[in-house]
Nanobody, 115 residues
Framework: QAQLVESGGGLVQPGGSLRLSCAAS????????LSWYRQAPGKERELVAY????????TYTEHVKGRFTISRDDPKNTVYLQMNSLKPEDTAVYYC????????WGQGTQVTVSS
């Protein structure tokens, strides 16, 4: 069964770092455009970062530019989100998303930034 599974979330102090991972099973990520979204309580889900299937093009929401980095390791069938200089407003459930001919969502991983 095709699925995405996120990991790496948790509780971190402001200014700290986390690396989220999203591993695919049942299909190969190499043809898929990959994204990370997040949803904070009471807010709509928003796009955080995007990486194209080929060429390495990436884009980020203004709120995370310079602090977050999306990357992919196609042989490992995994996409990552490195998050540095975390702020309380980064607190949310983070989801990975893969799209090509079909699309898949992960189940989400909680990130809490608090002292």
């Amino acid at each position: 069964q095709a699925q995405l599974v996120e990991s790496g979330g948790g509780l971190v102090q402001p200014g700290g770092s986390l690396r989220l991972s999203c591993a695919a099973s049942g299909f190969a990520l190499r043809n898929y455009h990959l994204s990370w979204y997040r949803q904070a309580p009471g807010k709509e889900r928003e796009l955080v970062a995007y990486i194209r299937a080929t060429g390495g093009f990436t884009t980020y929401t203004e709120h995370v530019k310079g602090r977050f980095t999306i990357s992919r390791d196609d042989p490992k069938n995994t996409v990552y989100l490195q998050m540095n200089s975390l702020k309380p407003e980064d607190t949310a459930v983070y989801y990975c998303f893969a799209e090509f001919i079909q699309y898949y969502w992960g189940q989400g991983t909680q990130v809490t930034v608090s002292s």
